[in-house]
T-cell receptor, first 113, second 113 residues
């Protein structure tokens, strides 16, 4: 069983749909992250949560809304997305948000049509 | 500003060849960590190594070795006797300013049988 689990693995949604990505970690970590990986860009950090509190938001459009109800779960709520939002969304966790290695899930491949 | 450069976009080698992946970074921080991750076709990022900026001793782990040169801000990764299973995208990721990981653009390694 992988330490960081993301669901769904693949998602196709229309621009008017609302969907959510889920991430769960079983590692007892305190920090969780959302990254976006597009075909033509490096991995982009989107959000950071530390002890359930959002500590970083890297100028992410409001159509992406994160939620961290507890240290083990992280959601990314999606609404009114654009085709250019199609990407691989990766969740990660680490013991703290600073100097420890992060463990990644397998990602959700999102296609916006 | 912090920045990481992986100048090699794609490298192709034949099995059993040695290959070095370059990573150069910029930072004003005196203390930081450096990471390498591997992303196989399945999508998840796999942690390979973490190096503290105070420790310039080179490290070897099986067929993998890392050469950290603080004077030139480089943290290069060498795979000895490459295998087909090494085919993946490799990311260098500095952790500076006590922030979450910032990834380079990655180097795609193709190992041909």
């Amino acid at each position: 069983e992988t330490g960081v689990t993301q669901t769904p693995r693949h998602l196709v949604m229309g621009m008017t749909n609302k969907k959510s990505l889920k991430c769960e970690q079983h590692l007892g970590h305190n920090a969780m992250y959302w990254y976006k990986q597009s075909a033509k860009k490096p991995l982009e950090l989107m959000f950071v949560y530390n002890f359930k509190e959002q500590t970083e938001n890297n100028s992410v459009p409001s159509r992406f809304s994160p939620e961290c109800p507890n240290s083990s779960h992280l959601f990314l709520h999606l609404h009114t997305l654009q085709p250019e939002d199609s990407a691989l969304y990766l969740c990660a966790s680490s013991q703290t948000r600073e100097d420890t290695e992060a463990f990644f899930g397998q990602g959700t491949r999102l296609t916006v049509v | 500003a912090q920045k990481v450069t992986q100048a090699q976009t794609e490298i192709s080698v034949v099995e059993k060849e040695d290959v070095t992946l370059d990573c150069v970074y910029e930072t004003r921080d005196t203390t930081y960590y450096l990471f390498w991750y591997k992303q196989p076709p399945s999508g998840e990022l796999v942690f390979l190594i973490r190096r503290n900026s105070f420790d310039e001793q080179n490290e070897i782990s099986g067929r993998y070795s890392w050469n950290f040169q603080k004077s030139t801000s480089s943290f290069n990764f060498t795979i000895t006797a490459s295998q087909v299973v090494d085919s993946a995208v490799y990311f260098c990721a500095p952790n500076m300013g006590r922030r979450a990981l910032t990834f380079g653009s990655g180097t795609r390694l193709q190992v041909q049988p």
